[in-house]
């Protein structure tokens, strides 16, 4: 069984940064593209940043330049690294993966979520 574990959220004040990780475990045969969403309360759930196996990266125009996405394809592990956090950057961030695992079907898997709040 395939699971997505996140960590790093918490409150921040603007201006300050904040590394969220992302673990991805069980029969695992290869993860692709990995990335993050994010939901702030009352809309909708939008693309952060996501990051090929390769390496090739794409972000949201809002956190252009602020956030970097990386991974550590040989723990199975993504990175967003957030700086000159904004109070509009205040949301449930989730990760995910594009995992085909060793036995089941492929498809996206998703972690449970972790709050960021930016405020003074």
């Known amino acids: 069984q395939v699971q997505l574990v996140e960590s790093g959220g918490g409150l921040v004040q603007p201006g300050g940064s904040l590394r969220l990780s992302c673990a991805a475990s069980?029969?695992?045969?290869?993860?692709?593209?990995m990335g993050w969403y994010r939901q702030a309360p009352g809309k909708q759930r939008e693309l952060v940043a996501l990051?090929?196996?390769?390496?090739?990266?794409n972000y949201a125009d809002s956190v252009k330049g602020r956030f970097t996405i990386s991974r550590d394809n040989a723990k199975n592990t993504v990175y967003l690294q957030m700086n000159t956090l904004k109070p509009e950057d205040t949301a449930v961030y989730y990760c995910?993966?594009?995992?085909?695992?060793?036995?089941?079907?492929?498809?996206?898997?998703w972690g449970q979520g972790t709050q960021v709040t930016v405020s003074s």
């Open positions: 990051i090929t196996r390769e390496g090739s990266t």
């Open positions: 069980g029969s695992i045969l290869i993860i692709y593209t």
């Open positions: 995910y993966g594009d995992i085909t695992p060793q036995l089941g079907s492929a498809g996206r898997y």
